[in-house]
């Protein structure tokens, strides 16, 4: 299926979004709130979120058509891509109790949940080592310890969280005694949770979190105690397929904006895309775009078969991730000096999309990934 219907809608709301809307948000690092309010209004944000639910139901696909055509669109969506896939964890893994008490809310938006609590700053991408710890004692968890890169905290009312319920020492294996809960921040914001603002590159609204012995009523658990990382590993296949659209999606932009640019920019009485310089960088970024997709829609076949995809999902995201960069800095050298100017645009996204070299997972840990388990070499780390 290809969305055509889908696309032409998300294009004509991000019509309404141009350059100087993100332009002016990435000057003031502000959130895209008016933009973050037309998508949800228009129920893109819950797409995947059942019917019963509220939802539209789509398929995976569906999301990735979305996302993909917000970034084609030179918009940025980032900013709430994970209000369509975090409450994949309550959807999957919660008690028909929790379903029913936070998926229509977060279906008509009136609930966000789109923030996602796993990375710490000193454990990094080695999970297994998380500190922080949710000890239980009655009817609740009392939680302590540090998150980083905690995305759109201030921005969501819920949080998903990882946190140690057994010591990595005492645990059976080193995935085990990991447990997911769901954390109302608004309730926790001043009595135990603290949350940080991290100013980076890009506009992306991500923050540090700090854990002061705050209490999570023990009903939060999601699932099974001990069992928290599988719970989140089955939703990072579908998270990687979705930015690997995005950064399609990117590309794409960044290929029509170089492509337009060389068309009608004139240097020595002709226009540079005569250029094989200038045409050829473009035409080798469209053709690893053009395979990036074949990727992913492939992961998106698996993964909406039920196969495993877990291969595809990780060549996909590192694909699509190297195709977005390829194209991003291809359109700077096409639009030369203007390509800095920040009145383009290029500039940004630029910045914006060299993130998904490193997150959700960096590209190493893709290689390290394939290496192991496709290949069958020996375990590097
Ligand atoms: C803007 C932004 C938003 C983010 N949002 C979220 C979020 O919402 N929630 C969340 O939980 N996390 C989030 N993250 C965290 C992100 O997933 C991590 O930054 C990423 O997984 C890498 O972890 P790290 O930064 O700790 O790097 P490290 O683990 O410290 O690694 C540093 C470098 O070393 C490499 N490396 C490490 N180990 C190996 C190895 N064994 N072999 C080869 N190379 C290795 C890595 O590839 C990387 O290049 C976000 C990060 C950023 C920057």
């Not at 502000?30 to 797409?47: D, I, K, M």
């Not at 970034?71 to 891509?81: L, M, P």
Request: with cysteine.
């Amino acid at each position: 299926m290809t969305y055509d219907d889908i696309r032409a809608s998300v294009r004509k709301l991000c019509e309404g979004f141009p350059g100087e809307y993100w332009r002016k948000l990435d000057r003031e690092m502000a959130y895209p709130s008016e933009f973050v309010r037309a998508l949800t209004e228009s129920g893109f944000l819950a797409a995947l979120i059942p019917e019963e639910y509220g939802g539209v139901g789509l398929p995976l696909s569906g999301a990735a058509a979305i996302l993909e055509e917000i970034q084609a669109s030179g918009g940025n969506g980032a900013s709430c891509h994970a209000q369509m896939y975090v409450m994949g964890t309550v959807l999957r893994h919660g008690s028909a109790v929790q379903k029913q008490k936070y998926l229509p809310g977060v279906a008509c938006g009136k609930t966000r949940l789109q923030a996602f609590g796993v990375t710490e700053p000193t454990s990094g991408t080695d999970t297994t080592s998380i500190m922080t710890f949710a000890r239980r004692e009655g009817d609740h968890y009392v939680i302590n310890g540090q998150k980083v890169w905690t995305s759109r905290a201030e921005h969501s009312d819920l949080m998903i969280l990882l946190a140690r319920t057994t010591l990595k020492e005492k645990a059976a294996k080193r995935t085990d005694g990991m447990s997911v809960f769901i954390v109302d921040m608004r309730e926790a914001r001043g009595n135990g949770l603290t949350i940080r603002p991290i100013r980076t590159m890009m506009n992306h609204a991500t923050t540090e979190i700090f854990f002061d012995n705050l209490k999570v009523p023990a009903e939060n658990l999601i699932g099974e105690e001990g069992k928290g990382f599988r719970y989140v590993l089955s939703g990072m296949n579908a998270e990687r397929i979705l930015i690997a659209a995005e950064c399609v999606g990117d590309a794409r932009w960044f290929i029509e904006k170089a492509s337009t640019y060389a068309k009608s920019r004139e240097v020595f009485g002709r226009p540079i895309g005569q250029n094989q310089g200038v045409q050829f960088p473009i035409a080798k970024s469209y053709a690893n775009m053009r395979a990036a997709d074949l990727m992913v829609k492939e992961a998106l076949r698996k993964f909406e078969a039920g196969e495993d995809c877990g291969a595809e999902a990780n060549m996909a995201k590192m694909l699509a991730a190297d195709a977005s960069f390829e194209a991003a800095n291809v359109a700077i050298q096409t639009y030369g000096g203007f390509g800095f100017a920040e009145e383009y645009d290029i500039e940004r996204k630029f910045r914006e999309t060299r993130l998904y070299q490193v997150a959700p997972i960096s590209t190493n840990l893709i290689l390290s990934y394939l290496a192991e388990h496709v290949l069958g070499l020996p375990r590097s780390y």
